[in-house]
Nanobody
Framework: QVHLVESGGGLVQAGGSLLLSCVAS????????MGWFRQAPGKEREFVAA????????YYTDSVKGRFAISRDNAKDTLYLQMNTLKPEDTAIYYC?????????????????WGQGTQVTVFS
């Protein structure tokens, strides 16, 4: 059983940056593929980024490529999402998730464990 806790969300002006963190406990963090998802009001949860267990493979949805960067520190059991050049359409609750798929996944059902989420609000 993996327990995930996100932090780092907040209110930021368009063009600004935020760094999200997700600390894992209760499992072998370096055995899980990890992902970030987001859900805006009235919308389905959508994929943002994923990283393989080793950190060598990274995947992004098109709308965040070149602006967001996913990374992990297996020594600290922590997943990160560096978000730059934020836009109002990035406003959502951001969730980290863990999967036994070593390369992560692009769809929510592929993940077994979820954090409680952290709110990101971008204003223009």
């Amino acid at each position: 059983q993996v327990h995930l806790v996100e932090s780092g969300g907040g209110l930021v002006q368009a063009g600004g940056s935020l760094l999200l963190s997700c600390v894992a406990s209760g499992g072998s963090f370096d055995r899980y593929g990890m992902g970030w998802f987001r859900q805006a009001p009235g919308k389905e949860r959508e994929f943002v980024a994923a990283v393989s267990w080793s950190g060598s493979n990274r995947y992004y949805t098109d709308s965040v490529k070149g602006r967001f960067a996913i990374s992990r520190d297996n020594a600290k059991d922590t997943l990160y999402l560096q978000m730059n050049t934020l836009k109002p359409e990035d406003t959502a609750i951001y969730y980290c998730a863990a999967t036994t798929r070593v390369d992560g996944g692009l769809r929510p059902p592929q993940y077994e464990y979820w954090g409680q989420g952290t709110q990101v609000t971008v204003f223009s």
